[in-house]
């Protein structure tokens, strides 16, 4: 199956810092979502992204499917943005997800 | 509007019990997934279930099960408690099964399953 590789793994921010996060893909992907896992275990929707870049405030998101890569950029981190980003993979038919490693990321004061 | 309820948010079981969580998806959503989170890990696709079929099963062995109801809410059953499953049970949902496009997934805040 598919895999999904993220990059870097920890990161440790202070706050005010941009940083930018890696998600590489083994196979061609139908689409590609960016979550974050607050400490809570709440995934919480980021972007929904199969081609191209969006914007959303302070987080960005570039999927370049043609080279099975996708970026998270973060600018201006405040500690609110700790927590584990993953990204995920739809691969063939249906909804399944295939979820990357994830990067944990603390933003410090 | 409401998200994807899950309850419920945290139990305790001992090995070898039997679990039912139990997962309510967005007002509108056909489609249901379940996802199991090992700690440190990323979470791991389980089932997924439109129209009340199962439409797609990862590899996980059959003491897991699940079915899905006429309003849409999903069951998760797992049988015979092994110390192993104790993680995160993440439920989530979208519109449709999408076909060969993936369609947007929306999760619950999960069940926390500890087998002791």
């Known amino acids: 199956g598919i895999q999904v590789e993220q990059s870097p793994p920890d990161l440790i921010l202070q706050e005010g810092a941009n940083s930018t996060l890696r998600c590489n893909f083994s196979?061609?992907?139908?689409?590609l979502q960016w979550f974050h896992q607050n400490p809570w275990g709440q995934l919480i929707n980021l972007f929904y992204?199969?081609?191209g870049t969006k914007q959303n405030g302070r987080l960005s998101a570039t999927t370049v499917a043609t080279e099975r890569y996708s970026l998270l950029y973060i600018s201006s981190s405040q500690t609110t943005d700790s927590g584990v980003y993953f990204c995920a993979a739809f691969t063939g038919g249906g909804n399944k997800l295939t979820f990357g490693t994830g990067t944990q990321l603390k933003v410090e004061l | 509007d409401a998200g994807v309820t899950q309850s419920p948010t945290h139990l305790i079981k001992t090995r070898g019990q039997h679990v039912t969580l139990r997962c309510s998806p967005i007002?509108?959503?056909?489609?249901v997934s379940w996802y199991q989170q090992v700690l440190g890990q990323g979470p791991q696709f389980i089932f997924q279930?439109?129209?009340?079929?199962?439409?797609g099963r990862g590899n996980f062995p059959d003491r897991f099960s699940a079915r899905q109801f006429p309003n849409y809410s999903s069951e998760l059953n797992v049988n015979a408690l092994l110390l192993g499953d104790s993680a995160l049970y993440l439920c989530a949902s979208s519109l449709a099964t999408g076909g060969a496009v993936g369609e947007t997934q929306y999760f619950g805040p999960g069940t926390r399953l500890l087998v002791l």
């Open positions: 196979d061609s992907v139908n689409n």
């Open positions: 007002s509108g959503h056909k489609s």
């Open positions: 279930y439109y129209e009340k079929e199962e439409r």
């Open positions: 992204i199969p081609s």
